[in-house]
């Protein structure tokens, strides 16, 4: 028993330095997704379909301005995770929200009214430097 007593707050304490830690500017990693390379354009488009992003990850470069597109039927949002970016109103179908990304990281993003912050209608940009 006294061994076990020792052990559960020990892996308590492990468990949250690994959900305190840091990733700098980041609001979300994305380490792990297939990642759509889009550096080198000035301007990149992701459109919001009827229920997903396309493309769901993309790379850019600081500076790009980012135009999110409702292509959809039916209405949509880009709510940032954190405070990476502001988040956009409600989309109509047709309608665009443009982020110019500044600085460096990953900055995840979802649609609230078909997703959360990391299943459904989820995304990521990874702006590199």
Known sequence: MRHTSTLVPSAIVVGLLVACGSSGPSTGSLSGQEIRNL????????????NAF????????TGTAVTFRNAGHNKHNVISVGHGFRSSRILEPGDTWKVTFRKGGDFRFYCS???TPTSGMDGGVRVVT
């Open 39 to 50: 550096t080198g354009r000035r301007a990149v488009t992701i459109e919001a379909v009827d």
């Open 113 to 115: 009214l078909h997703g």
């Open 54 to 61: 396309d493309p769901k990850f993309s790379s850019v470069g």
